[in-house]
Nanobody, 118 residues
Framework: QVQLVESGGGLVEAGGSLRLSCAAS????????MGWFRQAPGKEREFVAR???????YYTDSVKGRFTISRDNAKSAVYLQMSRLEPEDTAVYFC????????????WGQGTQVTVSS
């Protein structure tokens, strides 16, 4: 059974940092793209960052320079280091995976809540 399990969310003051983790199991994801998405109350789920199978990374404009995505294939894990957090970053953060060259994300975690207080 394929599973993605996020952890590391919580409540933090504006300007603070959090590190989200996503543990993958059930199959190898070492050749897959891994990503982070988020959904704020009353809003659509949006792309945050992804790291491809070849370690290339991409970010949505609002988090560039503040967030860093990384992966550890030996641990079947992907991380999102979030710094200089803003109240607008408050959302449920989801980990996702897709096979190389695919256009859709096939696997999703249940999400972890990040709340940034002003």
């Amino acid at each position: 059974q394929v599973q993605l399990v996020e952890s590391g969310g919580g409540l933090v003051e504006a300007g603070g940092s959090l590190r989200l983790s996503c543990a993958a199991s059930g199959r190898s994801f070492s050749t897959d793209d891994m990503g982070w998405f988020r959904q704020a109350p009353g809003k659509e789920r949006e792309f945050v960052a992804r790291i491809n199978w070849n370690e290339n990374s991409y970010y949505t404009d609002s988090v560039k320079g503040r967030f860093t995505i990384s992966r550890d294939n030996a641990k079947s894990a992907v991380y999102l280091q979030m710094s200089r957090l803003e109240p607008e970053d408050t959302a449920v953060y989801f980990c996702a995976a897709r096979t190389r060259w695919a256009s859709t994300w096939s696997y999703w975690g249940q999400g972890t809540q990040v709340t940034v207080s002003s």
